[in-house]
């Protein structure tokens, strides 16, 4: 599973960048160990919202750091990435949502 193969990353690699970007505030980056720790603490929040293994999770945000994050905490939670496409229209989220109803949806402020 990716989630335990950055867990031991995290031990072995804990000082190499896992993700680097440049955007707005200028370039950012997250060490192995330092992502790993954002991971595990949004796989709590989810736990604590009811989030199980097996459940599915919505994923609706822009593809960056916090992506990332979201999408490997709902792995490390057990769950399933529902992966929702701002693309689509209003009709084909509701129809998607019908029919994976996810437990939980992960969205970021814009959307």
């Known amino acids: 599973m990716i989630t335990q193969q950055l867990a031991q990353w995290s031990r072995e690699r804990a000082g190499v960048v896992a ?10 980056r997250l060490t192995y160990a330092e992502l790993w720790e954002k ?7 989810l736990r604590t919202a009811g989030v199980t293994p097996g459940d599915h ?7 960056g750091p916090e992506w990332a994050i979201a999408y490997l905490a709902i792995h490390a939670a057990g769950a399933a990435v529902v992966p929702l496409d701002a693309q689509y229209g209003i009709a084909e ?5 019908a029919f994976a109803a996810p437990r939980a949806v992960i969205a970021d402020a814009p959307r």
């Open 19 to 28: 993700l680097q970007t440049h955007g707005e505030r200028g370039l950012s």
């Open 39 to 45: 991971v595990k603490a949004a796989a709590a929040l």
């Open 57 to 63: 999770v919505g994923l609706f945000a822009a593809n």
């Open 93 to 97: 989220l509701k129809n998607l949502c």
